[in-house]
């Protein structure tokens, strides 16, 4: 597990990372295993680092894939639309935005 996705989290940190060959930019919402034993995180991606999704919108990583993670200065303000901890069925959840807002 790495300690730096809770502490965005946390905060309401954005994470840069690379994923293949890519660079996404997200809101980082749920971290935990999902019921295949596979660590995860949960963000909304930022708009623009997509070309098939150019609008962003919620994308689920597999953290073992993830290299190079930073914490970013800017901050996001709420959880967005559409955000359900209770339906992503994580075995385990290290952290989490609670939908209210609140980690």
């Known amino acids: 597990m790495l300690p730096l996705i809770c502490d965005a989290i946390r905060a309401r940190r954005l994470l840069i990372f690379g994923y293949g060959?890519?660079?996404p930019i997200v809101e980082p919402h749920l971290y935990g295993v999902n019921s295949l034993g596979h660590a995860v995180l949960s963000a909304w991606l930022l708009p623009?680092?997509?070309?098939?999704?150019p609008d962003g919108g919620w994308r689920t990583y597999l953290v073992g894939e993830m290299r190079d993670?930073?914490?970013?200065d800017e901050t996001f303000a709420r959880p967005r639309p559409g955000?359900?901890?209770d339906q992503m069925r994580m075995?385990?959840?290290a952290c989490?935005?609670?939908p209210g807002g609140t980690t």
């Not at 623009?48 to 999704?53: A, C, E, K, L």
């Not at 993670?69 to 970013?72: A, D, E, I, N, R």
């Open 21 to 23: 060959n890519r660079v």
């Open 48 to 53: 623009g680092h997509s070309r098939v999704d």
């Open 69 to 72: 993670v930073q914490m970013l």
């Open 83 to 85: 955000y359900n901890p």
């Open 91 to 93: 075995k385990h959840i």
């Open 96 to 98: 989490r935005l609670e």
